[in-house]
C-alpha cells in the first residue's frame, strides 16, 4: 500500500513563533470506518519509523493480528519533519527554490500533533476510538490526548514519559554532536551529515537495548578473537541501515522535537496537565529499558485519572515494545475488556 498524501495549504504557524507555507503530511490508512464510526484506532509511530505501521510493527497490526484492517479503521501518519512523506528538511523552501536544508524552522512535539490533527479534520474523523503510540510515538499520543480530551476513548502509551528527561536529551545532543562533526552536513547536498549520521545512529542503539541483549546476541563463540567482533559489525551494520533511509537533517530536527516534549509547559505543570487526560489510558513500561525507564511510566500512571499499569519484563530493552507483540496483544486485550482506574495488569495472569 503506498503513502498518501495530505495537503493543509495555508500557513502553518509552530509552537516556537515560526512559521510554514502549507505542509504535507505522508499517511496510511486500513479498513474502512464502520457505521457508528467507532472503530478508528491512530497510531503515533516513533523516530524513525513512517506511517506503514504493518510493516514495523507486525504481529500487533496485520490481517492475522489484534489490530486488523476487517475490524479497525487504522490510521497511522507520518511525523512533521520525517522523510517519508510529510514537510521535512529536504522540502523545497518556496522562498528559495531550494531544500530547506539547516533554514528549517524548529518545531515541537504539539506541532506534530497539530498536524495530524488536521489530517483528522479531513479524514472526517471526530472520534478516535483509540490511540497509541511508543516512545517518541507515545509523547504524541500523551499530547494529543491532553489537547483534545473529548476526543480520545482509550490511549496506550508505551515506553514514553511525560517529560524528556535530562538523560535523554543528553543522549539526543551526543548524537546531535556526532552529526555536527561530519563537514558535509553543512554543505547543503541531501546526503549532508552521513557519516555523522550513522555514529549518531550508533550511539542510540545503546540507549535501545542493554548489557544484556548486547552479551547474548553480540558474544563471540571463541576466546581467541583479537578483532572483527560481533558487536562493532552490529554498530556499523545498523548505523549505515539508517543511512541508507533516512537523512541527517530530519534525524536532526526530529531529535530536538523529542527533547521539547514536556506536557507540562503553559499548563501549569506536568501533574495538572496529565490530570486534563479523560481517555481510559493503558500506560506500559519495559523493565530492562534504559532510556524511558520505567519510573517515567509510573509516574503517567499515577497522575493519569482514568489509567492503568502493565510491566514487560523484555529482553530487548526499549527496543521491546516494537518486538514482544505477543505479550503487548495480551494486555492490551485485557485492558479494552475491564475497568481500569488504578489497576495494574500483571502479564502473567492474562489467559
Known amino acids: 500500500m503506498s503513502t498518501q498524501i495530505f495537503t493543509y495549504t495555508e500557513t502553518f504557524e509552530l509552537e516556537l513563533g515560526r512559521k510554514l507555507p502549507g505542509i504535507e503530511v505522508g499517511y496510511h490508512t486500513y479498513g474502512s470506518l464502520n ?6 484506532v ?8 513512517n506511517s506503514d505501521v504493518f510493516d514495523w510493527w507486525k504481529g500487533l497490526f496485520g490481517p492475522e493480528d489484534h489490530f486488523n484492517p476487517d475490524d479497525y479503521f487504522i490510521v497511522c501518519a507520518n511525523v512533521l519533519g520525517s522523510p517519508y512523506g510529510s514537510t521535512n528538511p529536504l522540502s523545497i523552501n518556496p522562498a528559495t527554490g531550494q531544500p530547506y536544508y539547516l533554514a528549517f524552522p524548529e518545531y515541537t512535539i504539539r506541532d506534530i500533533v497539530k498536524a495530524h490533527q488536521l489530517l483528522a479534520d479531513h479524514l472526517g474523523i471526530d472520534h478516535i476510538e483509540l490511540l497509541l503510540g511508543g516512545s517518541l510515538g507515545g509523547q504524541q499520543a500523551l499530547e494529543w490526548s491532553i489537547i483534545e480530551p473529548e476526543r480520545i476513548k482509550n490511549l496506550i502509551l508505551i515506553a514514553t514519559n511525560a517529560v524528556h528527561s535530562p538523560w535523554g536529551i543528553a543522549f539526543n545532543e551526543s548524537q546531535r554532536l556526532a552529526i555536527s562533526t561530519d563537514r558535509t552536513f553543512y554543505a547543503g547536498s541531501p546526503e549532508g551529515g552521513a557519516k555523522g549520521l550513522k555514529t549518531a545512529r550508533s550511539i542510540a542503539l545503546l540507549s535501545y537495548r542493554n548489557y544484556k541483549t548486547y552479551s547474548i546476541t553480540q558474544q563471540e563463540t571463541g576466546n581467541n578473537i583479537p578483532e572483527n567482533y560481533k558487536a562493532a559489525g552490529y554498530q ?13 537533517y530530519s534525524y536532526w530536527y526530529l531529535s530536538k522535537a523529542m527533547d521539547s516534549h514536556n506536557v507540562g509547559r503553559g499548563r501549569h505543570g506536568v501533574d495538572n496537565a496529565l490530570s486534563l487526560v479523560k481517555a481510559r489510558t493503558l500506560v506500559i513500561g519495559i523493565k530492562s529499558d534504559l532510556l524511558f525507564p520505567i519510573e517515567e511510566q509510573q509516574y503517567l500512571f499515577r497522575h493519569i485519572p482514568k489509567s492503568a499499569f502493565a510491566e514487560l ?6 527496543d521491546g515494545f ?14 479494552l475488556k475491564t475497568d481500569v482506574k488504578g489497576k495494574i495488569i500483571e502479564l502473567q495472569k492474562i489467559a
Open 35 to 40: 457505521k457508528n464510526r467507532d472503530n478508528v
Open 42 to 49: 491512530w497510531v503515533c509511530h516513533a523516530l524513525t519509523a
Open 236 to 248: 556499523n551494520y545498523q548505523g549505515q541501515k539508517l543511512v541508507n533511509r533516512f537523512n541527517a
Open 313 to 318: 519484563d523484555s529482553f530487548y530493552g526499549h
Open 322 to 335: 516494537l518486538i514482544e507483540t505477543e505479550d503487548l496483544t495480551k494486555v492490551i486485550t485485557s485492558f
